[in-house]
């Protein structure tokens, strides 16, 4: 189990008071403080990790917000943001000591901008959500991490979040305009708007991925874009993990951005193909899935280009999607990916390092070697296109030692991806699984400069204080 | 996911089912963005992966059961959404019917909730009774006024009220024990489950079925011993009764398959479709000849759509031009995973076929949860209805008797499904339609 820090004693000891505290601010269905019903709180996507907290509030507006993040400010106490809890690297995992204050009852469209291209959503919205809601207009909202069936805004903005299509759409960062959020002392403050720059610092920049630890984000202002013409995706099967991930890099390297290049190894193909029939390769050590997209003149010399450069890597089948319908379960298998492989092992552990593409085969190869020497089967599953890699590391979490090798190879992998050029994280934060491995991407001159920008927005540390950074003796006393 | 089960709690088999579901699942949340409740209340306690994590702590316990987590288990409508999202095939449903059969036999619910539950689990599946109160409830109706505005029962006693339809169709002979003959010659036998409320509620929807079945040269056997498939008592986990329906069920449909040979049977409400074809699961650890008949016949349970599709259907006359939008039944789209056959057949009909948003959230139906849960069932009703009335279409087809009641009462007439295709293929137009189209 991952350290905490140390509950802070005189906030354990009011707890009564301060739920009776948190009921003046919210309607009664929005504090939960009985222990069975926090139990199911005690934990988000990365269930390996589990602490109660001291109590969960769910407000419904951002007045509620600043109400209960004055309270807790004037009375001392941590504060957990969570969104719809899929966080991957335990970024929702809670304190003993810290109200959480979960933000899905927040989940109102509230304006939407076609003349400018832009949409205002509250911070509970789904991912989706916003692409259903402008949809009928054919437009998109580009980011699409693999959970945004789930997943919500206000957590993609705190994680930067990514996807399959930010090879070609760019990161949560990329399609950002402004954000409303509350400050730990429980100010409301507006950052950008529905323009393209901000004035001054670049403070948008600053807060998307500050993973819940500088301020409670509460409303995003989202750019969203014109649907493409239309889009086909390529399944493109090979012999081994080192060829498909050599194939990826020629396509990048030739200059082609495909708006999607995902790589699955055969434990993940088989795994997704059980959940979305979309006609995998069953046969096949490895497959990309490569989307191109615009009119049908665009899309049929991009894919002519893209199986040229297959054809050199000895590829066992390319075969482009017949149809709209097989298009969709491609994505299905894909983005369902995580919890698919579910059906073949009870746990798994999911990584996300980024390497540069040149590295690809060199690290798969090391990958593979590991998954031998631990004993643990690994599924590959990732944004290839953008070297973003998402081992999965299947175990057992019924048998602890199953699952410290775990978490011992996933930190060799990501030790891995930083030796080879690469760094720790690519889409899912640091959390707190990543958290005590920072030392090894930064150094501590290098930590206590990120720590004091930290500081100057929380000076308590209230905010999501156990994410992110190697404990320090002041956390742990 | 981890697990705490000792090796004694895991030699109970429902404990050791009830882990393997745990096992199974990733805690991803994908669940959380498709369930109805968690949707409308925004509260993790309230989605399914919330559900599942009260439920696995309660077991693990081995405690009885708390308010804290029967009452979100009570808001579950059991509508398996989450199980066409999840990723990992959990099976929510085992899990979910486990948990209530466990808050039955270890939690004391309060006395006017016991007692509705009971009334509902006695008169639900005896036709006679339903009758009976069905007529009681149409002269309550103008007191409905009369109850408080607040309060757990008197919402309850409203939401009652409104569901009694204003005015009852007389019991039909067709749905009483018989071999209805095929006209023609004879391509192929089932059995058709006649059912319990339905029969009672709208014995159209069973007349059509049987001419249909008939013309298009198929015998439709109405087994003696047959009646309520045990769903009703089963969501209330009322183990026993369950059972005890099912079991006379396969009693019935085994003699019938050892006797005239059944090529299926027929469901059409899908709601006791998904139960019929879960009798395997249900009787897994009886004895082996129950286990063994269960199973059968769970092999050869279909909705009637899907054997519609099956043996092929033809209209004979150019269908009026209408636009029907079709709501699919969470029991026949997520239980069954019965999407294409009746949009396909309503098409093939020569109907217009539109879908609703959201078509994968309930409507607020969900067997007795509208008596149950009044307020989160109108809520879901209202936001269902709202989707239907936006495809602009001309009446609503539905699979199943529990969502026609939830859905009438609007403008927009509901039928059931098989009404319009024994239309379009001979049979009468259904009485609901009758100001839609004049003959």
Not at chain 1, 36 to 61: F, I, M, N
Not at chain 1, 253 to 271: C, K, N, Q, T, Y
Not at chain 2, 299 to 306: K, Q, R
Request: glycine share 10%; charged share 20%.
């Amino acid at each position: 189990m991952i350290e905490q820090p140390e509950p802070k004693t005189d906030v354990l000891a009011k707890r009564d008071a301060i739920v009776a505290g948190l009921r003046h601010l919210l309607p009664a269905s929005g504090v939960i403080a009985e222990p069975l019903r926090l139990k199911p709180y005690e934990t988000d996507g990365l269930s390996a990790y589990r602490q109660v907290p001291l109590a969960v509030v769910l407000p419904e507006t951002t007045e509620q917000v600043a109400a209960v993040m004055a309270f807790c400010h004037a009375q001392g106490v941590r504060v957990v943001p969570r969104g719809a809890g899929t966080s991957l690297s335990g970024g929702a995992l809670p304190m003993a000591d810290a109200v959480v204050l979960g933000l899905m009852r927040m989940n109102r469209i509230l304006d939407i901008d076609y003349a400018d291209r832009c949409a205002v959503v509250q911070a509970g919205v789904t991912n989706i959500g916003i692409t259903q809601a402008v949809a009928q207009r054919q437009f998109f909202y580009a980011p699409d991490p693999s959970s945004q069936l789930a997943c919500m805004i206000g957590g993609n903005v705190n994680m930067n979040s990514g996807g399959a299509h930010c090879l070609r759409y760019g990161v949560t960062a990329n399609n950002l305009l402004g954000l409303k959020i509350v400050t730990v002392e429980g100010e409301i403050l507006d950052i950008g708007g529905a323009y393209l720059d901000a004035a001054g610092y670049d403070w948008l920049g600053l807060l998307t991925g500050s993973e819940g630890q500088l301020a409670i984000v509460t409303e995003v202002t989202v750019r969203i874009l014109r649907s493409p013409e239309g889009a086909r995706a390529m399944l493109a099967a090979f012999t081994s993990n080192e060829i498909a991930g050599a194939c990826v890099d020629s396509i990048i390297a030739s200059g082609i951005i495909p708006v999607a290049l995902e790589f699955m190894d055969r434990p993940a193909i088989h795994a997704c193909e059980a959940f979305a029939h979309a006609g995998y390769p069953l046969d096949a050590e490895a497959m990309l899935i490569i989307e191109v997209e615009g009119s049908t003149a665009e899309q049929d010399d991009l894919l002519a280009r893209i199986r040229d450069i297959c054809a050199q890597h000895a590829p066992i089948s390319l075969e482009v999607a017949k149809t709209a319908e097989q298009s969709l379960a491609i994505w299905k298998g894909r983005k369902g990916a995580f919890g698919a492989v579910g059906r073949i092992s009870p746990d798994y552990l999911c990584m996300d390092g980024t390497i540069p593409t040149s590295q690809l085969p060199a690290v798969l190869r090391r990958i593979g070697e590991m998954s031998a020497s631990y004993g643990l089967q690994v599924a590959n599953i990732f944004h290839a296109g953008d070297g973003n890699l998402h081992p999965l590391i299947m175990f057992d979490a019924n048998s602890a030692e199953s699952f410290h090798k775990a978490e011992a190879f996933g930190a060799d992998i990501l030790r891995l991806c930083v030796e080879v050029g690469g760094c720790l994280t690519g889409e899912h934060g640091v959390g707190v699984e990543k958290r005590d491995l920072m030392g090894v991407q930064f150094t501590e001159i290098e930590l206590d400069q990120q720590r004091r920008v930290k500081s100057a927005f929380d000076p308590g540390w209230l905010l999501n204080a156990n994410k992110v950074f190697p404990l320090t003796a002041a956390l742990r006393a | 996911m981890q697990t705490h089960f000792t090796a004694e709690q895991l030699r109970d088999p429902g404990i050791a089912s009830a882990n393997q579901v745990l096992r199974t699942c990733v805690h991803c949340g994908f669940c959380t963005a498709t369930c109805p409740t968690f949707v409308l209340l925004g509260d993790e306690l309230d989605s399914p992966r919330g559900r599942i994590y009260l439920i696995k702590d309660m077991l693990e316990s081995g405690r009885p059961a708390t308010e804290e987590v029967v009452r979100h288990v009570d808001r579950c409508l059991s509508c398996l959404s989450c199980m066409t999202t999840c990723p990992s095939g959990v099976n929510y449903m085992h899990l979910v019917d486990h948990a209530r059969t466990y808050i039955e036999q270890t939690y004391q619910r309060p006395w006017h909730d016991r007692a509705l539950r009971a009334v509902l689990g006695l008169v639900l599946p005896r036709p006679a009774l339903m009758r009976a109160a069905l007529l009681g409830a149409r002269l309550a109706k103008p007191f409905a006024g009369l109850l408080p505005k607040t309060g757990q029962l008197p919402l309850r006693l409203r939401a009652l009220l409104r569901l009694a339809p204003a005015s009852l169709p007389p019991a039909s002979h067709l749905d009483r024990p018989q071999d209805h003959k095929p006209v023609g010659p004879r391509r192929g036998r089932v059995a058709l489950l006649a059912g319990c409320a339905q029969t009672v509620l709208d014995p159209a929807i069973n007349a059509a079925t049987v001419r249909l079945l008939t013309r298009l040269g198929i015998e439709v056997v109405v087994a003696k011993g047959a009646g309520c498939c045990g769903a009703l008592a089963h969501h209330m986990g009322k183990h026993d009764p369950a059972m005890d329906a099912a079991r006379a069920n396969i009693a019935a449909w085994c003699a019938e398959m050892d006797g005239g040979g059944l090529d299926a049977v027929i469901i059409n409400t899908s709601g006791c479709g998904t139960t019929v074809k879960d009798y395997g699961y249900m009787f897994r650890n009886e004895a082996p000849d129950w286990a063994d008949r269960a199973a059968r016949v769970s092999a050869i349970a279909m909705d009637i759509t899907e054997y519609l599709v099956r043996i092929g259907y033809t209209p004979t006359r150019a269908a009026p031009p209408l636009t029907v939008a079709y709501h699919a039944a969470c029991s026949l789209q997520h239980g069954q995973k019965v999407t294409d056959a009746p949009k396909s057949l309503l098409r093939q009909a020569g109907f217009k076929v539109a879908e609703p948003a959201e078509g994968h959230l309930c409507c607020g139906s969900a067997g007795t949860y509208n008596m149950l849960q009044p307020e989160i069932s109108s809520q879901l009703r209202a936001r269902k209805l709202g989707n239907l009335h936006a495809t602009g279409a001309d009446l609503i087809a539905a699979g199943n008797i529990g969502c026609m009641t939830q859905l009438a009462g609007d403008t927009l007439p509901v039928v059931h499904t098989i009404e319009l295709l024994d239309w379009m293929a001979g049979g009468p137009q259904p009485e609901r339609l009758a100001t839609l189209v004049t003959a």
